[in-house]
């Protein structure tokens, strides 16, 4: 995958700043994620769950809302209903300069944001909505303040709070409170007319999982609460996030209409293969053979940063596996029965004399064979089309 910094219009017209990742082949389909109170697109559960989705072949935009992050503006003149006036510009946006998103996901207060953004009074807007998947979303958005009920008596008295939260001050202003106060999820959440996933972890502390639960029972089926157990709630524990991405893309897909269907007649020849360049990394490129694709990269040594397969490595693994086939067709065509396994190792042998390329085929047949059966079944080995490739390539074979 590869990202690409992007600029795009809020409800109010300042620019809010985001980022949109993309899988290095064809998308199946386009996603949103809002991110948590007061955090951005560069929390870890934004990140890592965008570029996960990514991996997943679904490209993902993440933005800061207004004041926050990158983004223009100031917080303390938002609200909670800006913000989901906010998540519908974003959607505007992706829908007009790319294609709309199927998938809108939103992280705690961000996932309450997602809900009503997609409720049945304003989804008219985003049509393209067919589903939604929120991760530790509170019920109650006025959730939020808990989070500084001591300091309260400031903003009645003041007008205003600001607080230090993820290491800047934060401004919440009583028209923010109001605004929390006047939500009233009751009134639609039972109206989500699309499918719902809630993710959220039992050990959760900033917002219990009975917040889930009670999401869960306004929602209309189809419906599913999956425990994310052992995460906290900001999802840092390495690993948390990237498997909330995973279960999001596995549950999301049924209710997919994939972009890359129309692809389906770019199925390349037998014995094709084509590769392009990608911006994952300076040596990167998206290989297509047959109706499959993967992404190779050079060797760290020679400058790649491990995006993809070597083709070095693919060259020797094409060997190792077409060795295999070639044995194991032999012991069908013989009525070998007694063979279980076939293990192949092959590796580049460096340092040698020659100026000829040397690689090193270790085969090892596992199964209760005579000499003549292990000698039959041997020499097969190079029946491949591989095989005949890498006629100029000296092969060691160690046999076992």
């Known amino acids: 995958m590869h990202s690409v910094s992007v600029k795009l219009p809020s409800s ?6 985001g980022t949109l990742d993309l899988p290095d082949g064809t998308p199946k389909a386009f996603a949103m994620f809002v991110h948590c109170f007061t955090g951005s697109r560069f929390t870890p559960a934004a990140s890592r769950v965008s570029k996960t ?5 679904i490209a993902c935009l993440r933005f800061d809302f207004p004041g926050l992050g990158q983004s223009e503006g100031e917080f303390s003149r938002t609200s909670f209903s800006s913000n ?3 998540i519908r510009a974003a959607y505007e946006w992706l829908e007009s300069n790319y294609e709309a998103p199927q998938l809108l996901v939103g992280h705690s207060l961000g996932g309450a944001a997602a809900l009503r953004a997609v ?3 304003t989804i008219e807007r985003m049509r393209g909505i067919r589903a939604v998947a929120t991760i530790g979303a509170p019920f109650d958005p006025a959730h939020a303040v808990l989070h500084f009920a001591d300091r309260i008596g400031d903003v009645d008295e003041h007008g205003a709070v600001t607080l230090k939260l993820g290491g800047r001050d934060i401004t919440i202003s009583r ?3 109001e605004d929390l106060a006047e939500v009233n999820p009751e009134s639609y959440l039972h109206r989500l007319k699309v499918p719902l996933l809630l993710l959220h972890s039992p050990v959760d502390q900033t917002v219990g999982i009975d917040n889930a639960q009670k999401i869960f029972l306004c929602a209309r089926y189809p419906k599913s609460l999956v425990a994310l157990d052992k995460v906290d709630h900001l999802a840092t524990r390495p690993g948390a ?3 909330a991405a995973h279960l999001i893309a596995t549950w999301v897909s049924p209710y997919l209409q994939s972009t890359a269907d129309s692809d389906a ?3 390349l020849p037998e014995g094709v293969a084509q590769a392009q360049s990608i911006p994952a990394g300076a040596f990167t490129d998206l290989v297509h053979t047959g109706s499959r694709s993967f992404t190779t990269d050079r060797e760290k040594e020679l400058g790649g940063k491990n995006l993809g397969i070597a083709p070095s490595s693919l060259l020797i693994a094409a060997l190792a596996a077409a ?7 032999a012991a069908r065509e013989s009525r070998i029965r007694e063979l279980e396994d076939v293990r192949v190792s092959v590796t580049t042998v460096v340092g040698t004399d020659s100026d000829q390329p040397v690689l090193r085929r270790n085969i090892s047949l596992i199964g209760n064979l005579s000499d003549e059966q292990r000698a039959e079944l041997l020499a097969a080995r190079d029946n491949s089309p591989v095989a005949a490739m890498l006629s100029h390539v000296r092969i060691e074979d160690i046999d076992d």
Do not use: K, N, P
Not at 53 to 57: C, H, Q
Not at 323 to 329: C, D, G, K, N, P
């Open 241 to 243: 996030a990237q498997r």
């Open 323 to 329: 060795t295999s086939e070639e044995i194991r067709a």
């Open 53 to 57: 989705l990514a991996d997943e072949g």
């Open 84 to 86: 989901v006036a906010d």
């Open 175 to 177: 028209e923010f409170l």
């Open 265 to 267: 007649e770019d199925v």
């Open 119 to 121: 409720s049945a009074s």
């Open 12 to 17: 109010t017209g300042s620019l809010m700043a």
